[in-house]
């Protein structure tokens, strides 16, 4: 029944979150997102640090998901959520970075190490 009346909510569009302003030379704090609404799900304590602290809060987006087709979306949805919630964004390439796992870090450590210089 929950599934059913939330599938009728629209999806997105909406105006942005009130959120105090950060003045320009306010301390940054820098989320790192390992995936595309990770600064939605698990951002709640750089929420408090941003309406709180005033920090200006500035989500890394260190990649754009898995799907090579979706992730131009993913990016575009990743901006209208911070300009939501009152964060800054940097990404880290034009698709994000790839293949960041514990697999990829044991067995491709020149790539691994590519990944860590970017961030």
Known sequence: MIVKEGKS?????????????????????????????????????????????????????????????????????LEAACRYIGFGLVITGPSGLERINPKTREQDRPHWARCVRVV
């Open 9 to 77: 909510y629209p999806l997105g569009g909406f105006p942005a979150a009130a959120h105090p302003p950060v003045a320009g030379d306010a301390p940054k704090a820098l989320f790192f997102a390992p995936h595309p609404d990770d600064e939605c799900i698990v951002g709640g304590l750089a929420v408090r640090l941003l309406r709180e602290a005033g920090m200006n809060l500035i989500n890394v987006a260190v990649t754009q998901g898995s799907k090579k087709g979706r992730q131009a979306e993913r990016l575009r949805e």
